[in-house]
């Protein structure tokens, strides 16, 4: 009776007791946008924040102090019948005294500290690429060592006390001399990017890393895109509704919830420890990759095909096409788009993992680029991880330019993935 009653009384909209709750209603209304704008402002601020902080710490890497200098090898006493083994040590020394005049002992030991020690490996490289050189002078760029790089970028200050910097007073008064003579410079380091990893920071590059992670992504595209639409079209359009089709579909759900660490185990103990498959490898990499991208990629294939109308299918088995034609002559050709979206997008989050490459050894000190699948080889987060590890003040600027190159990686796949929802998605 209280319920009709209640259903029978009119309600007075202009009544003081109804105002207040229109009121008390815009209010939380409004309070719920101010939070929504709070966390958006909170989370915009950290990101800037850390672009900020990546920028401002990584940026002086884009740049590397080098010292250009002419060497004149057709009076240097060089061996060439035998490039490896010649004097190209005797060869430099004398190239950079030249710039200074003659320094005591002591002095020309601090002197050539400047320079990095491999500008003797780096002259003979460059001989043996163009052996025209050896006929005259010829002009070389031999990069300064970290601390004199870090100097002249002002990381180290003048003002500090000689006993807590790594650059002494001697060798800060050759460094302007070099300087005033138009010796060094600051060009854009290309070595960062065609460089492979160095232990020593003026060397070291991502051409390694970047190379690793494209043989791992080809691999782990190459598995996982075809297994993944291929088990997305067989769970969605043959497979039987029963509780073993409940229970697959219930596993891959939460395999894509698995910590991507467990993945990395499983690639351990089953492709290096059972099949013995070249540790480091990008192989091992993308095998690893494909598992822990394919539970993603399954999910999304099946919500792609979900969203074709069924007079699609309706309409293909109708004109007498069979249900394999009707699948992929119309349904899969339809769901494309958002396929592709979302497997560059599975991509992109493998192209950021660390952890699963780190226990199958992609984290090794390794000096060349691979040049495939089976080659020893490291990824950019392993990169990251190894170089944010190492002690030299000039990893620190190389590790945020690394991050800096592996978020610029990512925008760019994200953009490619948006561009294709944009340009082929339909709405039904």
Excluded at 311 to 340: C, D, N, Q, W, Y
Excluded at 364 to 380: C, K, R, W, Y
Excluded at 383 to 406: H, M, N
Aim: charged letters at 20%; proline letters at 5%.
């Amino acid at each position: 009776m209280s319920t009709t009653a209640v259903a029978g009384t009119r309600v007075n909209w202009h009544s003081d007791d109804m105002k207040a709750r229109r009121k008390a209603r815009y209010a939380a209304e409004r309070r719920l946008q101010v939070y929504g704008m709070i966390a958006i402002v909170f989370a915009l601020g950290f990101l800037a924040f850390l672009i900020g902080s990546l920028t401002l710490t990584g940026y002086k890497a884009f740049t590397q102090t080098v010292a250009t200098i002419n060497i004149d090898l057709s009076k240097a006493e060089l061996d060439t019948s035998d490039m490896m083994k010649a004097d190209w040590r005797g060869a430099v020394r004398d190239a950079l005294r030249t710039q200074v005049g003659d320094l005591p002992r002591r002095q020309e030991k601090a002197y050539f500290d400047l320079f990095t020690s491999s500008a003797p490996f780096l002259v003979r490289d460059a001989v043996i690429k163009d052996p025209a050189r050896l006929k005259g002078p010829s002009t070389f760029v031999i990069p300064m060592s970290d601390p004199a790089d870090q100097f002249v970028k002002g990381e180290i200050s003048r003002d500090t006390p000689e006993s807590q910097r790594r650059v002494s007073d001697e060798q800060i008064g050759m460094i302007d001399q070099l300087v005033s003579k138009g010796v060094i410079s600051s060009p854009f380091n290309w070595a960062l990017f065609l460089n492979a990893d160095s232990r020593f920071p003026e060397l070291a590059g991502l051409a390694g890393a970047i190379s690793g992670s494209f043989w791992s992504l080809l691999v782990c595209f190459a598995i996982s895109f075809p297994i993944g639409i291929a088990a997305a079209i067989y769970l969605e359009e043959f497979a039987p509704k029963n509780r073993f089709t409940d229970l697959i579909e219930i596993n891959i759900n939460n395999l894509a919830a698995v910590p991507s660490v467990v993945f990395g185990l499983l690639g351990l103990a089953v492709f290096l420890n059972g099949f013995g498959l070249p540790r480091s490898s990008p192989l091992v990499g993308g095998l690893v990759l494909s598992l822990m991208t394919l539970p993603t990629l399954i999910i999304v294939t099946r919500v792609s095909l979900k969203a074709v109308p069924s007079s699609i299918r309706e309409a293909a088995l109708g004109v007498g096409a069979s249900k394999h034609e009707m699948i992929f002559h119309h349904v899969l050709s339809l769901a494309m788009p958002t396929v592709m979206t979302g497997a560059i997008i599975s991509l992109a989050r493998a192209l950021g993992e660390t952890a699963p490459l780190l226990l199958i050894g992609m984290n090794a000190f390794i000096t060349s680029p691979p040049d495939g699948i089976f080659a020893a080889s490291t990824a950019l987060p392993s990169q990251i991880y190894i170089w944010a590890d190492s002690p030299e003040r000039g990893f620190v600027s190389r590790t945020s330019a690394a991050i800096l190159v592996l978020l610029g990686f990512l925008i760019l796949m994200n953009a490619i993935a948006i561009f294709l929802r944009q340009r082929f998605e339909r709405r039904w």
